[in-house]
T-cell receptor, first 113, second 114 residues
Framework: QQQVKQSPQSLIVQKGGISIINCAYE??????FPWYQQFPGKGPALLIA?????SEKKEGRFTISFNKSAKQFSLHIMDSQPGDSATYFC????????????FGSGTQLTVLP | SAVISQKPSRDICQRGTSLTIQCQVD?????MFWYRQQPGQSLTLIAT?????????ESGFVIDKFPISRPNLTFSTLTVSNMSPEDSSIYLC???????????FGSGTRLTVV
């Protein structure tokens, strides 16, 4: 069964700084690695996802870096803003055929003004 | 991406009763999932809702406790049966529209069992 290890559990950065969250996975049936952002009282919202025919994907201030040989991927938030304060989850497809996602344990990000 | 309407958004229920959560999608989707998110925790998959057949449950979840219906490609329900305080969680419906679009979540149902 797929396991996804996410770190750190919590992260505090100053406004304008770089936030980095890391995830490692075991096995996957297909290559699709999303990051979700969740605000209190809301469902997770897809932030950015990568299909590893590339090693990096950038959307605005958010970048996913992917290392397939190491089975690791990370989220970088550049110029972090207080509005980025939320819980971030990485996910990876389960190893079976049913195409479910297995989620990391989450990182609570706080960006100080 | 698909728009998901999940009802109710929250409820407070008595121990021993059942609650049915509805998930309505604005377009036909092949794959629908139900997740549970306990307070301050990550998302755990309960089951995959299969259209026209029984749901596929993950380890630790059983049909008698979490019966699921999926009568068509846009709608599903999850029932939390014979509830206890340990069932207090957020329950989330999710759909997958293929890798290009990704997996979308509803806003969740916050359930409190007293």
């Amino acid at each position: 069964q797929q396991q996804v290890k996410q770190s750190p559990q919590s992260l505090i950065v100053q406004k304008g700084g770089i936030s980095i969250i890391n995830c490692a996975y075991e096995n996957t049936a297909f290559d699709y690695f999303p990051w979700y952002q969740q605000f209190p009282g809301k469902g997770p919202a897809l932030l950015i996802a990568i299909r590893p025919d590339v090693s990096e994907k950038k959307e605005g201030r958010f970048t996913i870096s992917f290392n397939k040989s190491a089975k690791q991927f990370s989220l970088h938030i550049m110029d972090s803003q207080p509005g980025d304060s939320a819980t971030y989850f990485c996910a990876a497809p389960s190893a079976g055929s049913a195409r479910q996602l297995t989620f990391g344990s989450g990182t609570q990000l706080t960006v100080l003004p | 991406s698909a728009v998901i309407s999940q009802k109710p958004s929250r409820d407070i229920c008595q121990r021993g009763t059942s609650l049915t959560i509805q998930c309505q999608v604005d377009s036909q989707v092949t794959m629908m999932f139900w997740y549970r998110q306990q307070p301050g925790q990550s998302l755990t998959l309960i089951a995959t809702a299969n259209q026209g057949s029984e749901a596929t449950y993950e380890s630790g979840f059983v049909i008698d406790k979490f019966p699921i219906s999926r009568p068509n490609l846009t709608f599903s329900t999850l029932t939390v049966s014979n509830m206890s305080p340990e069932d207090s969680s957020i329950y989330l419906c999710s759909v997958a529209q293929g890798i290009a679009v990704g997996y979308t979540f509803g806003s969740g149902t916050r359930l409190t069992v007293v």
